[in-house]
């Protein structure tokens, strides 16, 4: 191994050795795959079949009354054994409140056996939980096109504005296409995958849905990998890299936040975009895919408004709130006609006033790395802007440097 070889050369770097020896035909490579995975086994305890007679029973508790930590422990095993007559060590300890040498009698007596089972790293999903609710009119509309679209299309691109409900219509579609018997995939940028979302969903679907993401550890990932594969999970609730889950009878697939960058991977390889990776997959199932988004990346809309894939717009939000208006002010416009007095325009003033005297909140929210992301002469209004991108260069005052976060272009301040 290459482990050995470091250890007999005494050296760290020994590749280009390897490496050299390889191309003088010297030395070969031999690759081996090793099985890394170790079930988890948990002790389960049962009761012998011979006290399972109520006469053998009573004669059993007659002996054990000299012994209480051991009867306490029987008591405890019969108390669990009401709903499963394999009753986990660990559980039973912590009920009959006994040490391991009254539980290890018992099993030495052959009043109770020992037996050592596989058990799953998972967290067991809820019973199933049938959360009936009615789409809008707006929502049964878009279904509808939806189902209409993938008569035509294999891929349709959901266009839904923020709060539209787009979640109750993924849930209808993923309950159609389990319905018929097959597996969907919900993908999901790893910073949407929380806690809420992940119970909302398990809420409706139970233990058919499995959930797949970065923080599981190589073991975890594998009894996934496995329960993907024997179809015990019918929704794989899952990160970027869930796409390459041996999926045996896939039907749908829903990309939700379509446009997040964090869909593509660049670091370590393989190197991919998980979005456009998801539609070769379900090309390869023969399956269906919906991309959601409030607002599609410019290649999906590109194929929407092209005819290439479907198209389904909701523009309305769900529960008719309204939508918020939005305003653009331009702080040049405003600093000519001497309306700035401080780093706020008039208009942001006037409406934190008027929210403020309603005793409402405010929230200001500033979307910015450095420290300015913008540098202004206050004379002639020249803002210096990067020679390769064509956006205005960010002003760091740690480095006094501005950058293009574009393409990494940076020069000195300009005093």
């Not at 008591?75 to 290890?104: F, I």
């Not at 709060?163 to 219509?169: D, E, V, Y």
């Not at 969903?201 to 993907?228: L, M, P, T």
Request: charged residues 25%.
């Amino acid at each position: 191994s290459i482990d050995e070889v470091v250890e007999l050369l005494g050296q760290k770097t020994v590749y280009p050795i390897i490496n050299s020896l390889i191309g003088k035909e010297v030395i070969f490579i031999a690759e081996e795959v090793i099985e890394k995975y170790k079930p988890l086994l948990k002790s389960f305890i049962s009761i012998n079949p011979f006290y399972k007679e109520e006469e053998n029973l009573k004669e059993l508790f007659a002996v054990l009354e000299k012994a209480p930590k051991q009867l306490d422990a029987l008591l405890a095993y019969l108390k669990l054994a009401k709903t499963e007559s394999q009753v986990p060590k660990n559980q039973l300890l912590e009920e009959s409140g006994c040490g391991q040498g009254a539980l290890k009698s018992l099993i030495d007596k052959d009043i109770f056996t020992v037996e050592k089972l596989q058990v799953s790293r998972l967290s067991n999903g809820e019973d199933e939980f049938e959360v009936n609710f009615k789409l809008s009119e707006a929502q049964a509309k878009a279904f509808d096109d939806i189902d209409k679209q993938f008569e035509q299309k294999d891929v349709v691109l959901l266009h839904g504005v923020t709060a539209s409900g787009k979640t109750q219509l993924y849930i209808k579609l993923i309950e159609k296409a389990i319905a018929s018997g097959g597996q969907v995939l919900f993908l999901l940028p790893e910073i949407a995958l929380t806690t809420q979302i992940v119970e909302r969903i398990k809420r409706y679907f139970g233990d058919k849905i499995g959930v797949y993401h970065s923080k599981f550890n190589d073991n975890e990932r594998v009894e996934i990998w496995n329960k993907v594969l024997d179809g015990s999970y019918q929704v794989v609730l899952g990160a970027r890299s869930a796409v390459f889950l041996p999926f045996i009878d896939l039907k749908l697939i829903v990309v939700d936040e379509e446009h997040e960058s964090s869909y593509k991977q660049h670091e370590p390889a393989p190197r991919y975009q998980a979005r456009d990776a998801s539609v070769v997959l379900a090309q390869l199932h023969q399956a269906k895919v919906i991309l959601g988004s409030a607002t599609p990346s410019i290649e999906s809309f590109y194929n929407a408004t092209s005819d290439k894939y479907g198209f389904v717009v909701l523009n309305e939000r769900f529960g008719g709130v309204q939508l918020p208006i939005q305003e653009v002010v331009s702080i040049a416009e405003e600093t000519k006609r001497k309306k700035m007095t401080s780093y706020f325009t008039s208009v942001l003033i006037d409406s934190m006033t008027e929210a403020l005297e309603n005793k409402e909140q405010i929230i200001l929210f500033q979307n910015r790395r450095g420290y300015a992301t913008i540098l202004i002469c206050a004379t002639c209004g020249y803002a210096p802007k990067c020679v390769n991108c064509d956006v205005s260069l960010t002003y760091h005052k740690t480095s006094g440097k501005l950058h293009c976060h574009y393409c990494g272009y940076h020069q000195s301040s300009i005093n």
